[in-house]
């Protein structure tokens, strides 16, 4: 069904966009052309005219690119974002489905700052208050961070922390935690077991923006049952979902990788 209020012009220079995108080279007009379906002269005429806009531009050998205008104005879609506006429906769903307390988190200078949190109705509250800071080697919000940096990069950071003993099961060995921290890049998400505050459960999941760098946090945490559990396992999917879905409304777009 075609919608009576689109310009069909307009309409075709998008399709010519996405064709170039996808391409991920600068094409010859005849290969455009043929890729879009529309004759050369149709085309031509959309090219000359997002050229005039810096929208498209042209190799020395003729053939035709994104132009770097489409660049700004990804960066200024980018800075207009607020994270707390685009992840607060999802921390709220998650909120919901998993009847935990919901936080937003990111990394700064060795700790994690809570940037948002959605409380769970009823019970203790057990959120931190938002611009809080945390530590990174003891939080699941922290081992998230941790699994995304170089490993020498990540040893460096907690040999320069105080690994204070929070808890009896607060881990401050920096090579059990190294591998713990291996253990979180390779499945998606980390845990916390009581580390940080005795009797609370975490679990946290990446969100990456639109250059693909972990950039965000988003978790539960609350008294969750054992991490043996299905009703943990559930949360766990449930968290990695919510992250997931964030970072396509940040942009993010997972490279698939190469057959």
Request: charged share 20%; net charge neutral; aromatic share 6%.
């Amino acid at each position: 069904m075609v919608d009576g209020n689109i310009i069909l012009s307009v309409a075709k220079a998008m399709e010519l966009l996405q064709i170039m995108n996808q391409a991920g080279k600068p094409l010859l007009l005849k290969d455009l052309a043929a890729l879009c379906g529309y004759p050369k002269s149709t085309v031509f005429g959309l090219l000359t005219t997002m050229r005039g806009y810096d929208v498209v531009t042209q190799t020395p050998d003729g053939r035709y690119a994104l132009g770097m205008r489409l660049f700004e104005y990804g960066r200024q879609v980018e800075r207009s974002w607020d994270i707390s506006l685009v992840a607060r429906p999802y921390m709220e769903h998650l909120c919901r489905e998993a009847g935990a307390s919901v936080m937003l988190s990111v990394y700064e200078s060795g700790s994690v700052i809570t940037l948002d949190q959605v409380e769970a109705r009823g019970g203790l509250r057990i959120v931190s208050d938002i611009g809080s800071r945390l530590p990174v080697f003891c939080t699941s919000q922290g081992k998230v961070f941790l699994a995304h940096m170089s490993r020498a990069g990540a040893e460096n950071l907690l040999r320069s922390q105080n690994m204070t003993q929070f808890t009896p099961h607060t881990v401050t060995d920096i090579p059990a935690l190294l591998r713990e921290v291996e253990t979180c890049r390779g499945q998606g998400y980390a845990i916390e077991n009581g580390e940080y505050k005795i009797g609370l459960r975490s679990i946290s999941a990446p969100i990456y923006n639109v250059e693909g760098k972990v950039q965000y946090t988003v978790g539960i945490i609350g008294m969750l049952r054992s991490a043996h559990s299905d009703e943990f396992h559930a949360a766990v999917q449930q968290v990695c979902a919510t992250a997931t879905m964030i970072s396509a409304a940040l942009g993010y777009r997972k490279q698939e990788e190469a057959l």
